[in-house]
């Protein structure tokens, strides 16, 4: 059988993750199927993460992130020619299908474009709307990240939830928790040595940091604590707006932030935390915060979106837009330590559910349906 991956997302936002998945769940089907060719249409980055396999066939296409006709031709004339050179069985693409008649398995891990169209340009906007809808009618199989956004695609399109298979992202590297001599010297570190909450993420407009730095200024009006607030991430989408917020705010000088981090120092950061606070109003996968859990790191969450499907009974939830709420959770955090042992303990057993080999076994029961 002749498989086809087109591993490249149309604009390429959440590479990072694009490539992981892929690495991932392709290295090992591709170990355990040798009797099958693989055809990658894909640039040089993935190429290189699959030296070791000798039934892959290469098609190196550029990408051409800003240029919309560019995205035109690859769909409608280079991926079919593509197929068609090779006589191959599947197309496995991501977000949009491919203009001819092979049979085809779309990936969409999420709906950002629709929840989310700031972060994208108009043009972008445009080629989605016009070619997302027909390729979820045109494919016979999708496959999805969480059972909400499952949920989106069909109320969204209108599609057919049967063809729509939800496969959980694995955990990539599950750090150890620290000992008590560590924490304690990265808080000596960081913190002169007092506790703090976390929030490791993108630093941006659309992440609703205003409202965490609101419901930490409510904490610590109520509980006259040492605690400290670390916001660590990069900075994105007018990021100006945070910072303009926390320079009028009254806690500013027990906010610290880190943007730009190594990764490695990133994960002791929150390893030695006392909690990690995600009050993001849309998040399509929960890998930062599974990351802190299996650190031994308790989290509260948002209380919609993924978050709950993900972390179940594993975490504390919060309506993103409210921030006494938010507050709430952090002092029933920071007073009841019986309560923060046993969030960690579920997170520590939650967190073995999220993993690659499952998750490759499921894709591949899908690719197994096209043969």
């Given at each position: 059988?002749?498989?086809?991956?087109?591993?490249?997302?149309?604009?390429?936002?959440?590479?990072?993750?694009?490539?992981?998945?892929?690495?991932?769940?392709?290295?090992?089907?591709?170990?355990?199927?040798?009797?099958?060719?693989?055809?990658?249409?894909?640039?040089?980055?993935?190429?290189?993460?699959?030296?070791?396999?000798?039934?892959?066939?290469?098609?190196?296409?550029?990408?051409?992130?800003?240029?919309?006709?560019?995205?035109?031709?690859?769909?409608?004339?280079?991926?079919?020619?593509?197929?068609?050179?090779?006589?191959?069985?599947?197309?496995?693409?991501?977000?949009?299908?491919?203009?001819?008649?092979?049979?085809?398995?779309?990936?969409?891990?999420?709906?950002?474009?629709?929840?989310?169209?700031?972060?994208?340009?108009?043009?972008?906007?445009?080629?989605?709307?016009?070619?997302?809808?027909?390729s979820i009618k045109k494919a016979q199989a999708i496959i999805t990240s969480s059972q909400f956004?499952?949920?989106?695609?069909?109320?969204?399109?209108?599609?057919?939830?049967?063809?729509?298979?939800?496969?959980?992202?694995?955990?990539?590297?599950?750090?150890?928790?620290?000992?008590?001599?560590?924490?304690?010297?990265?808080?000596?570190?960081?913190?002169?040595?007092?506790?703090?909450?976390?929030?490791?993420?993108?630093?941006?407009?659309?992440?609703?940091?205003?409202?965490?730095?609101?419901?930490?200024?409510?904490?610590?009006?109520?509980?006259?604590?040492?605690?400290?607030?670390?916001?660590?991430?990069?900075?994105?989408?007018?990021?100006?707006?945070?910072?303009?917020?926390?320079?009028?705010?009254?806690?500013?000088?027990?906010?610290?932030?880190?943007?730009?981090?190594?990764?490695?120092?990133?994960?002791?950061?929150?390893?030695?935390?006392?909690?990690?606070?995600?009050?993001?109003?849309?998040?399509?996968?929960?890998?930062?915060?599974?990351?802190?859990?299996?650190?031994?790191?308790?989290?509260?969450?948002?209380?919609?979106?993924?978050m709950p499907e993900m972390l179940s009974d594993a975490a504390l939830y919060a309506d993103p837009?409210?921030?006494?709420?938010?507050?709430?959770?952090?002092?029933?955090?920071?007073?009841?330590?019986?309560?923060?042992?046993?969030?960690?303990?579920?997170?520590?057993?939650?967190?073995?559910?999220?993993?690659?080999?499952?998750?490759?076994?499921?894709?591949?029961?899908?690719?197994?349906?096209?043969?």
């Amino acid at each position: 059988m002749v498989i086809a991956v087109n591993t490249q997302m149309p604009d390429e936002n959440n590479s990072d993750e694009t490539s992981n998945f892929i690495v991932e769940i392709f290295s090992r089907i591709i170990s355990l199927h040798p009797g099958h060719t693989f055809i990658f249409i894909c640039n040089e980055h993935i190429k290189n993460s699959f030296a070791a396999y000798n039934n892959i066939i290469y098609e190196i296409l550029k990408h051409h992130k800003k240029n919309i006709a560019q995205w035109y031709l690859r769909y409608n004339f280079k991926l079919p020619a593509i197929l068609k050179k090779y006589n191959a069985n599947i197309l496995i693409t991501w977000e949009i299908a491919s203009a001819d008649k092979t049979s085809q398995c779309l990936i969409i891990p999420h709906l950002s474009f629709i929840r989310q169209p700031f972060l994208y340009r108009k043009s972008h906007q445009l080629f989605y709307k016009r070619f997302l809808p027909r390729s979820i009618k045109k494919a016979q199989a999708i496959i999805t990240s969480s059972q909400f956004c499952k949920n989106e695609i069909v109320e969204q399109f209108n599609a057919n939830a049967n063809k729509i298979k939800v496969v959980y992202n694995g955990l990539t590297k599950k750090n150890n928790c620290l000992s008590y001599e560590e924490r304690e010297n990265i808080k000596a570190k960081y913190s002169e040595g007092n506790e703090y909450f976390i929030y490791a993420g993108e630093i941006g407009n659309h992440k609703n940091l205003l409202n965490l730095l609101k419901a930490f200024s409510a904490f610590k009006k109520r509980q006259k604590s040492n605690m400290q607030l670390f916001v660590v991430g990069v900075e994105t989408y007018k990021y100006e707006n945070f910072y303009e917020e926390l320079r009028l705010f009254k806690f500013k000088k027990e906010v610290k932030i880190y943007n730009s981090a190594p990764k490695e120092e990133v994960a002791k950061l929150i390893a030695a935390s006392y909690a990690v606070i995600d009050p993001s109003k849309y998040e399509w996968f929960g890998t930062h915060v599974l990351s802190a859990m299996s650190m031994g790191v308790p989290v509260i969450a948002s209380s919609v979106g993924v978050m709950p499907e993900m972390l179940s009974d594993a975490a504390l939830y919060a309506d993103p837009e409210n921030f006494k709420e938010i507050a709430v959770k952090m002092m029933a955090l920071f007073k009841d330590e019986n309560l923060r042992s046993a969030l960690i303990e579920k997170g520590k057993l939650l967190v073995q559910k999220y993993n690659w080999d499952a998750a490759a076994d499921d894709v591949w029961q899908i690719i197994n349906k096209f043969i």
